[in-house]
């Protein structure tokens, strides 16, 4: 396999990073996972938007290179016609302590996989152990520091379910460990807005456009759905069960998978 480093490709033997490198140390940066159907990568556009937002929360300079031909080239050199591509964007290397470098060097990585087989309806539970925090500014940001995201993806494993839905501060439904989340309550098709502690999918928002609405929601309206299903940049995904209650319409998910590229 070959991976874009920096500012051109090497092969994965010959890739290496600092180990003083913000990413490593601080979880300090942020990634993108794309979508790539037929040699393009889907909604490229957005995700770079995406990553230029959470670079000026973060304080974080963007390559001076071109992303959209690095992401391309990283592609064709992998003969990636089906597959992801994870563009990942570190504050570079600096000395000790939480303050950045005043003038940071960044670290560009960009990665090829082939496309995950499809999974099987998922079956989730409310996350008990950790919180969305929606009062931060980094719920908006798809940064390198995923501890909250993997203490409920721990937590789920070992109560026998694919998921956790991470609730926030406030006690309302925000997302799953990985995914965005969308429910059918009385014929509504809703998922909670950002300002619940939202990450801005790049899917969400496609599903957005075909008609979906924003409101929050609590944990008594998703037993009551009559359907729920994830969104990711890989796709949409069914849920199968909420915390042992059987969800088992899927037809609106279906409907949306049929007309959303990629989805």
């Known amino acids: ?47 770079l938007a995406r990553l230029a937002a959470g670079a000026g929360v973060l304080g974080l300079p963007l390559p001076t290179l071109d992303l959209s031909a690095a992401l391309a ?48 309806p998922a079956r989730l539970v409310i996350a008990q152990g950790t919180r969305r925090n929606d009062l931060s500014p980094l719920a908006q940001v798809k940064s390198l520091n995923y501890l909250d995201n993997i203490l409920a993806r721990q937590e789920a494993a070992r109560r026998g379910a694919d998921d956790g839905v991470l609730l926030n501060t406030r006690e309302g439904v925000a997302e799953t460990s990985i995914a965005n989340l969308f429910a059918v309550i009385g014929g509504d098709l809703v998922t909670p807005p950002l300002a619940e502690g939202v990450l801005p999918g790049i899917m969400r928002a496609a599903v957005l456009t075909e008609g979906a609405g924003e409101r929050p929601l609590a944990v008594e309206d998703l037993s009551r759905a009559e359907e ?36």
């Open 73 to 120: 080239a990283t592609a064709v050199a992998n003969d990636l016609t089906e597959g992801v591509l994870r563009l990942t964007l570190s504050r570079g290397t600096g000395p000790r302590g939480v303050l950045p470098p005043a003038e940071p060097n960044p670290t560009l990585v960009i990665t090829a996989a082939p496309l995950p087989a499809p999974a099987p």
């Open 228 to 263: 729920i299903f994830l969104t990711s940049a890989l796709g949409i995904r069914s849920v199968a069960a909420l915390e042992g209650r059987e969800v088992v319409d899927r037809a609106i998910a279906e409907r949306l998978r049929a007309r959303i590229p990629g989805a």
């Open 1 to 47: 396999m070959k991976l874009w480093l920096g500012s051109g490709l090497v092969a994965q033997d010959d890739a290496h990073l600092s180990p003083f490198d913000r990413g490593f140390t601080l979880g300090d940066g942020l990634f993108e996972t794309l979508r790539v159907r037929e040699g393009a990568v889907l909604r490229l556009d957005a995700h």
